[in-house]
């Protein structure tokens, strides 16, 4: 565990006391609790509102001890030591008052709290000091009836000691400020918002709530707390690129069959045993009947119809009638021969590179090393270089603007480190819905001072904590960055000696931003003047300041002009290279880090060496043991969207796509479908019969995340490990596994898996090391990372150069890893997209995430609890704008814009400005992406998802 | 709160499928109208004054209103409704299950049961009112309104009655007596004519050194009068010696039962008191002053809000500190230092863990001075006559003046100033005309509710700070109530636990479930007196704060002094 924790920097030397405890004299830092020293010398004092991670709070009185020469006993817990203070723990007096305190809980919750939960503390530590019966009345019945309304937390406060865990929890660890503590005296109840029902309440079900009890009195629902256990196996989160540390426990289901019967957080570098409701509730997509369990072909004479996707979808058209089951060796051959087809012929042509009129679209979703292997798989055997994900629809332009201007795509410093940093600037991200952990250590990072400054046209959970929210008009970023710029370039906020030792390009960024005053800024964005030179200031001049964006940034049309006015920002004031600085666009997924980091990208090679660059071809030649240079064009290969554009031209026949959904996840998608649709042969390899499924000629069944080996980079390079916990159902099996068979059969000598390794439907984690290592071999900075160093470690903050030292947590201390070691500003200067609202599509559409659903959908919408949470397309409309259109809370409306139209359910909610409304894209029923446009920006080739004129109207 | 909640997918799916519902616009409109154009929305303190506005205004606080309340302080609306519920004088109500919002009652009229008032005759007047006073006006009892001189006392909306019967209760019900005027006092132009903030000016302008005035402050011998008895002038070295800014938070919340002291001072003389609060203001270098006033005391109010704005109009020193009036809202516990202090701050009344202490770390983590008003009451007279004024009086070896709220069976309850160390039966018999007529001295309480209960025979010992621990009471606020051979010990052992139970703040195990059980315990005739005595143990040695630490006193005092009434 070598990554920085949240904490670390704020602890400063303390001086050490010397007191007596329990008739021993020991040294402690001062300030150190009582209960803290005795358990370093081995006494647990008996505790329940106290649990190490949260704070303090000495309301249980279940841990009393006796100070000398104190009229009343101290809560050890909270009391700090002090030099010369004598402190029994173990004085009859202070037994028996601990004794009384539990007797009386006991009574209160004792019989509720054994029947709830098998692990409750309140009756271990009532055993523990010797109650074996209890003199006292039992609380009044009415004190509390359960509340059973929530899919994925069952509230029964017949056990609850008022011990306020759970409320330290929901405010002080989450920041969700959820659960209060409502009424007083012996009434005192743990409430939800104003009292209401839990599932009618603001509740995000993180479930730290539940975590955090000690009597059962939050548990998971359906008594899946109750079930037996029969292994837990530590692993890493599917869902996005925090990546939290968690463990599945596995037990026995009424059928007998093994399945996840709850999640808990692991202290990972990156969450310290935090999860969101998607990482704790969202696993039993896993055990859904609707996985993928056989391989499947094409019926003869089924033909491609992109609206059978709604069809199957609604149920109106079996997946049956359009495919039938066929065993692996049947579905691979015929998968691998279409392709090898498609690539002979075109060899034989002579085409070469691009023109290979094959692609491949990996998944970020997959381990470092599926994603290292298809990318091979592509560029060894498919000869092409059209090989990509769906990094390309989220942050490909931010990596455009940093690979550009800094020489690296990945992040400067880690989320966590904003613990450290006085100034935060949070921009076109939502982290409270795509990063909810993250969210927390912004969170925590206010309530303790720092001054969070959101600017993003919508507003989110966040925005109470914010001293600023800038709720500018869609799209007018570069104006808003400009703006910035000019005050502290015009304020001389510059830091100048950063500039000239480390910026290149500074004159022309100042002669670019000197006419983008606030006020002209101002008429663009819709900011005044005077906030942009306040934010501006607060900035430049904090201690530390650091920037955080996400897809607000990147998915536009000017994405990379979007970043490259943030780069600047962090050069010319030198908020970089510092804990508590620097630059951090938040990665969506959970490994959409490494699946770039491993060359699942058009333009370069693992570890982003392009593959123009003929010493790094010849690199990976020697390494892949096939000569590249005879086949494989220097030129990059095609991404995601223009591959769709070649697809539906024909010039991109055949496509491999692995735990991607383009039919949903691409703009216009009554284009993309259509080229999908379109293609001669496509090979579909996932584990639900995905919106691409549908279009596939053949499925291969796949693992999911918790049925196999692997290793992940979260959003803060840190890469770490992910065990199987169950079995694949039925014929389903490793994607790994499947990948090298389509290998073999396009006539690769990979041998990965091998006969020891079993048939490929158990995960394995040989030949997923064996993958790591030949990765590791082609990328410099896990030189440091062998793979049985990360089996042990759990996790490694990459670059690691060495094994026997932790990797670097904050890079570009020195230097940016660029030809001459400078940055390099590009200046911007503000443009309209294309997207033009008129009188015909007089409103903005945004597209997103919510909260419960990931992605396209394809797990978090097979995951039960996710689902009942978040079971339709809700479109968020400002209230005035409903009133103006008679559109009421609930109602249905449509969305049509120049690419297509949806109808969906209005949600009321000042969180977004007039004129502007927001979807999210992983309803089927509602495919947002049917309204969204493929412009694309010109570097990072991201369509503009953030902004599609349209036009709403109430259903007639 | 008996059915049990149903789950989600049955009762709450139309809600979800929709996503929450945003506040209301015109629901906020209505709030923000409420609050008045001046109100400050982003300060999280005035949280309680918030919603005493929409209280008042509505008569009861709707969850709808809460939320808006939240939106507007961007608070979360679990950390308005926490603090809503947890007081009293709000009721926090809910809509019907077909949306409709509850009436408010349209007249409230409280009958204080406290101890003085029960002994008065509290609960015939509760059994008999509601029906002579019909539907309309609701009935309820309180905790100790802050009367008992006046016992029983029943207050009609916020218009106090003395000696409340059924006829004068209707007769105020139906005379739309509503609110308290008070009687006439020393405002600002007479207290200034009498020498009001002569002393104060003798401070400013260098006659009087800070360390002179402290001096005097400590050799007069004065402490703290709210009950804990620090010595004052001490309490002002320590705060000054903290680093700035200081601020000040005055104890008005007087909750005690049987007290009655402050409201009998601030009712004739409030520049007296504010003289003092700005002495000291200036002594320990005070930048913020906060008074706590508690909410029953509306007629108190009403004189303060007047003598503060008379006091900024023409203000007696440059650069005075700000003066800010806070009004409880139903919270005995908030008479504990720490809980009045989360109080001001906007939040639930529950006392803190200490240390540390909140002269270093008190109000928004400020090093605070905090007195109950009484103390710096007699502050400008100890000045002006001399701190071996004030230690001059005294009985039985004891020094000083003390304020004995005297209610129960005498003749003449009131506020008694009488010396310090005076016995029970000096005071009942030289201050207080004697006992009632037809009552014989039985019992009293020495300090209000927490003080304990003392049989006849030890009526001649020294009430005074200290002088009471050995037979296990304390003085207090010194509150004496006397009780006579017409009552009965464990009655009042049971009025009183039951006080403490609706007063816990909940915090604690032992406070919280521990007065419960105890009330439980001795409502039947047998007591387990095996089982109080560990109950009065860990109360005693593990709650957070006096309250809790207090409860057992009552229980023990009888169990120790009156056990043939156990018999």
């Known amino acids: ?956 | 709160m008996n059915a049990p909640v149903q789950p989600i997918h049955l009762v709450r799916q139309k809600r979800r499928q929709s996503g929450p519902e945003p506040v209301d616009a015109a629901v906020l409109a209505e709030i923000r109208a409420t609050l008045g154009a001046e109100a400050d929305v982003s300060r999280r303190d005035l949280l309680i004054e918030h919603l005493h506005a929409i209280n008042d205004r509505f008569g009861q606080l709707r969850t709808d209103h809460l939320g808006a309340l939240a939106q507007l302080m961007r608070l979360s609306v679990a950390e308005v409704h926490e603090v809503a519920s947890f007081y009293h004088h709000f009721e926090v109500v809910r809509p019907a299950a077909d949306g409709q919002w509850p009436e408010a009652p349209a007249l409230t009229v409280r009958v204080c049961d406290g101890i003085a008032c029960e002994l008065g005759g509290a609960r015939d007047l509760l059994a008999k009112l509601p029906a002579l006073l019909g539907a309309e006006v609701r009935v309820v009892p309180v905790p100790c309104v802050g009367r008992c001189e006046q016992a029983p006392a029943a207050v009609v909306h916020q218009h106090p009655i003395a000696r409340a019967t059924e006829q004068s209760v209707k007769a105020a019900v139906d005379a739309g007596s509503r609110t308290h005027e008070p009687a006439p006092y020393l405002d600002f132009e007479a207290a200034k004519a009498r020498g009001a903030y002569h002393l104060l000016r003798q401070c400013l302008s260098g006659e009087r050194d800070v360390e002179s005035v402290i001096k005097t402050m400590e050799s007069s011998g004065l402490r703290g009068l709210g009950g804990a008895g620090f010595p004052s002038g001490r309490k002002w070295r320590i705060v000054r010696s903290e680093p700035g800014p200081r601020l000040m938070a005055v104890n008005i919340d007087e909750g005690e039962p049987g007290t009655f002291k402050d409201r009998h001072y601030l009712e004739r003389n409030p520049h007296q008191f504010l003289e003092g609060l700005l002495i000291a203001a200036w002594a320990v270098g005070i930048e913020r002053v906060f008074v706590y006033l508690r909410d029953e005391y509306h007629g108190c109010r009403a004189i303060l809000e007047r003598e503060l704005a008379a006091l900024l109009e023409h203000p007696p020193m440059r650069d005075m500190p700000t003066i800010e009036l806070r009004r409880g809202a139903g919270a005995y516990i908030c008479g504990e230092e720490s809980a009045m202090i989360e109080s001001i701050e906007g939040k639930r009344g529950m006392p803190r863990l200490r240390p540390p202490y909140v002269a270093q770390v008190g109000l928004f983590g400020r090093p605070t001075l905090e007195h109950n008003f009484e103390t710096l009451y007699w502050v400008p007279e100890i000045l002006a006559k001399g701190a071996d004024w004030f230690a001059s009086h005294g009985r039985h070896d004891r020094k000083g003046l003390r304020s004995f709220s005297v209610s129960g069976r005498v003749r003449d309850p009131g506020v008694k100033l009488a010396p310090a160390g005076i016995t029970l039966r000096e005071l009942i018999d030289e201050y207080c005309g004697g006992m009632a007529e037809g009552h014989e001295l039985y019992a009293y309480l020495p300090g209000g509710a927490s003080g304990g209960i003392l049989p006849e025979r030890l009526a001649d010992v020294p009430l005074d700070f200290d002088t009471l621990q050995p037979h296990g009471c304390f003085i207090g606020s010194a509150a004496v109530v006397v009780l006579s051979k017409h009552d009965r010990v464990t009655d009042v052992a049971r009025n009183l636990m039951a006080f403490f139970e609706h007063e816990s703040c909940g915090q604690c195990t032992p406070c919280r479930a521990g007065t419960t059980k105890a009330r439980e315990i001795i409502a039947s005739d047998k007591w387990d007196r095996e089982l109080l005595a560990d109950l009065s143990q860990v109360m005693r040695d593990a709650s957070i704060c006096g309250l809790g630490q207090a409860a057992p006193n009552p229980v023990d005092c009888v169990i120790k002094y009156f056990p043939e009434e156990l018999a």
Not at chain 1, 128 to 152: I, K, M, Q, T, W
């Open chain 1, 1 to 956: 565990m070598n990554a920085r924790t949240p904490n670390d920097a704020l602890v400063e030397a303390v001086p050490t006391v010397e007191f007596t405890l329990d008739g021993k004299t020991v040294q402690a830092p001062a300030g150190e609790t009582i209960w803290n020293v005795a358990l370093a010398h081995g006494v647990e004092i008996p505790h329940l509102c106290h649990k190490p991670g949260l704070r303090p709070d000495g309301n249980c009185r279940a841990c009393m001890v006796e100070v000398k020469g104190e009229r009343t006993l101290a809560a050890s817990c909270c009391r700090s030591v002090s030099a010369g203070m004598t402190v029994d723990t173990q004085s009859d007096r202070a037994k028996k008052s601990r004794a009384l305190v539990l007797e009386l809980l006991m009574s209160d919750a004792g019989v509720a709290s054994a029947d709830h939960t098998n692990e409750s503390e309140l009756t271990h530590w009532a055993r523990e000091c010797g109650v074996d019966s209890v003199r006292f009345a039992p609380r009044e019945a009415d004190y509390a009836a359960p509340d059973l309304s929530h899919p994925a937390i069952a509230v029964k406060l017949d056990a609850c000691i008022q011990c306020t865990r759970c409320l330290r929890a929901c405010r002080e660890e989450q920041g969700n400020d959820v659960i209060g503590l409502a009424l007083r005296g012996s009434h005192a109840k743990i409430s939800f918002d104003a009292d209401e029902a839990l599932g009618a309440s603001s509740c995000v079900a993180c479930g730290e709530c539940v975590q955090a009890c000690p009597t059962g009195a939050l548990m998971p629902a359906r008594d899946a707390g109750l079930a037996q256990i029969t292994k837990s196996v530590d692993s890493v989160c599917p869902y996005c690129g925090v990546g939290c540390q968690l463990t599945w426990h596995v037990g026995p289901d009424k059928k007998g069959e093994d399945v996840i019967q709850f999640v808990t957080g692991r202290d990972g570098p990156a969450n310290h045993g935090r999860l969101c409701v998607k990482g704790r509730y969202g696993f039993d997509y896993v055990r859904n009947p609707k996985r993928l369990t056989t391989p499947l072909i094409r019926r003869d004479g089924a033909k491609k119809d992109p609206a059978d996707i709604d069809r199957v979808k609604r149920g109106e058209v079996a997946l049956e009638t359009l495919f039938r089951p066929a065993s692996w060796d049947e579905a691979l051959d015929l998968a691998a021969g279409g392709l090898k087809r498609l690539r002979d012929d075109a060899l034989a042509k002579g085409l070469r590179g691009n023109d290979i009129p094959l692609a491949g679209f990996g998944s970020a979703k997959g381990s470092n090393e599926e994603a290292y292997l298809f990318q091979k798989l592509v560029r060894q055997g498919f000869e092409t270089n059209n090989v990509d994900h769906c990094t390309r629809l989220c942050h490909a332009s931010s990596v455009a603007a940093l690979l550009e201007g800094i020489g690296s795509g990945s992040v400067s410093n880690p989320v966590a480190d904003v613990a450290q940093s006085e100034f935060i600037f949070l921009i076109g991200a939502n982290p409270v819905v795509n990063h909810p952990v993250a969210a927390t250590w912004i969170k925590n990072a206010v309530d303790r001072g720092a001054t969070l400054c959101i600017a993003d046209p919508r507003s989110n959970a966040l925005a109470r904590r914010a001293k600023w929210h800038l709720a500018f008009r869609p799209d007018t970023d570069v104006a808003l960055l400009n703006a910035m710029l000019h005050v502290i370039i015009g304020e001389g906020l510059v830091d100048e000696d950063f500039v000239a030792a480390r910026v290149n390009g500074y004159e022309q960024l100042k002669a670019s931003v000197a006419e983008a005053t606030p006020e002209r800024m101002s008429e663009i964005c819709g900011i005044d003047a005077d906030t942009l030179r306040k934010v501006a200031r607060a900035y430049a001049t904090s201690r530390a300041s650091i920037i955080l964006w996400g897809m607000g940034i990147s998915q536009h049309v000017h994405g990379t002009d979007n970043a490259r006015g943030l780069i600047a920002l962090a050069m010319v004031t030198g908020q970089i290279a510092r804990p508590g600085t620097g630059l951090h666009p938040l990665r969506g997924q959970n490994n959409v880090q490494g699946a770039s980091d491993a060359g699942l990208i058009p333009m370069m090679l693992p570890n982003y060496q392009r593959v123009a660059n003929a010493e790094a071809r010849a690199k990976f030649e020697q390494l892949w043991g096939t000569p590249l240079a005879d086949h494989l064009d220097a030129t990059p290969g095609l991404t995601v969207v223009e591959i769709m554009h070649a697809a539906s031209e024909g010039r991109i026949r055949g496509m491999y796509v692995e735990g991607e959904n383009p039919a949903m996840s691409d703009p216009d998608l009554n284009h993309a479908r259509a080229a999908l649709a379109g293609l001669e042969h496509l090979v579909v390899q996932d584990i639900f019969a995905t919106e691409t499924a549908i279009l596939a000629d053949v499925i291969l069944p796949a693992s999911a995340h918790a049925e196999k080996w692997g290793s992940y980079t979260n959003t803060d390079r840190l890469i770490q490990v992910g065990r199987p916990a169950l079995a694949p159902p039925g014929d389903a099996r490793q994607d790994l596994w499947a990948i090298e068979q389509i290998a073999r059969r396009l006539d690769l000598p990979w041998n990965y898996w091998q006969a020891a390794d079993g048939d490929g439907r158990l995960g394995a984690e040989a030949p997923v090391a064996r993958a790591y290592e030949e990765m590791r071999a082609g990328m410099s900075p896990l030189a440091g990372v062998p793979w049985s160093r990360l089996a042990r470690e759990e996790a490694v903050v990459t670059p690691a150069a060495r094994e026997d030292e932790p990797g670097d947590d904050v890079v570009f201390i020195d230097s940016f890893p660029t030809a001459d070691g400078r940055a390099t500003l590009v200046p911007t200067t503000f443009k309209p997209g294309p997207e033009t609202r008129d009188a015909d599509y007089p409103f903005v559409l945004t597209t997103g995430r919510v909260l419960e659903h990931w992605h396209t959908g394809a797990m978090t919408r097979h995951a039960s609890m996710l689902e009942a949470i978040s079971p339709a397309p809700l479109v968020s409309l400002h209230p005035e704008d409903a009133s103006a259109l008679g559109i009421a809370h609930g109602a249905q409306i449509d969305l049509s814009t120049r690419h297509g139209s949806v109808r969906a359910i209005a949600s009321l909610s000042p969180d977004v400005q007039r004129q502007q409304v927001f979807l999210a894209f992983a309803y089927w029923e509602a495919a947002a992406n049917h309204l969204t446009g493929d412009a694309i920006d010109p570097f990072g080739k991201i369509p503009g998802f953030k902004v599609t004129a349209v036009r709403v109207s109430a259903v007639a």
